[in-house]
């Protein structure tokens, strides 16, 4: 009798099972083809709850660093931080250190983001994040360093490179070597403010010979100009 019992209670336990690895089958269906389908109607929080459910059922790093890539794109980087985590690791993918380093920039917080800007470069050096350390550096008074990351990014950037900037209305871009002599005018005029003004606004109009509408470098000319002015009454 006892046997007979036992052998009922392994079989509706395998049973059980069954149904479950079914029903969690049945789901991962279900919610890649409901991701397919949000991708096809371009509907982003529809994409990101299918990736959720995805993650949940059939955890993956690729997935996770898409999901936080994601939450990124659309300006959620608190999201992304809370799926990925801010410290530094050297496991983490490229995609997953650049998020990090973005959303942290985002969020106002150069030193952390400067870290996994710093990982990134070691492991893909580029002129492109030779920029981004160079502009958290002038906003942590690290002149030295960004003036060498400055000094490698103008070496090895290209005529076609370009830098977006997004603080107008409307989005605009200029050759990434302009957005390099911005930059140094910006580090050469924080070296000594009530010196360096001449300098800092020769450097500036090399940067709007490469871009004459260049927003940024207009502002900071003014500014420095503005100031000198005031220096000498």
Do not use: W
């Amino acid at each position: 009798m006892k046997y007979k019992i036992t052998l009922s209670v392994i079989f509706i336990f395998f049973l059980f099972q069954s149904n479950n690895a079914q029903e969690e089958s049945d789901l991962l269906s279900h919610y890649k083809s409901y991701y397919t389908q949000m991708l096809k109607q371009d509907d982003a929080q529809g994409i990101i709850n299918a990736m959720t459910h995805l993650l949940i059922l059939e955890p993956n790093v690729k997935r996770s660093d898409t999901l936080a890539l994601r939450y990124m794109n659309d300006g959620k980087y608190f999201q992304a931080l809370n799926l990925i985590g801010i410290d530094t690791n050297d496991n983490d993918t490229n995609m997953m250190v650049e998020v990090k380093a973005i959303c942290l920039k985002a969020l106002n917080q150069p030193t952390r983001a400067l870290e996994h800007y710093e990982l990134l470069f070691k492991r893909i050096p580029s002129a492109s994040l030779a920029y981004e350390l160079a502009d958290l550096k002038i906003q942590l008074n690290d002149l030295i360093g960004a003036n060498l990351n400055i000094t490698y990014g103008i070496a090895n950037c290209s005529s076609d490179m370009m830098k977006p900037f997004y603080e107008t209305q409307q989005p605009y871009q200029v050759p990434l070597k302009a957005a390099f002599l911005y930059l140094k005018a910006i580090a050469k005029y924080s070296e000594d403010p009530e010196s360096n003004h001449d300098f800092s606004t020769a450097i500036l109009d090399e940067s709007l010979a490469l871009a004459p509408k260049f927003n940024l470098a207009i502002l900071a000319k003014n500014a420095i100009s503005t100031k000198k002015e005031e220096l000498e009454k």
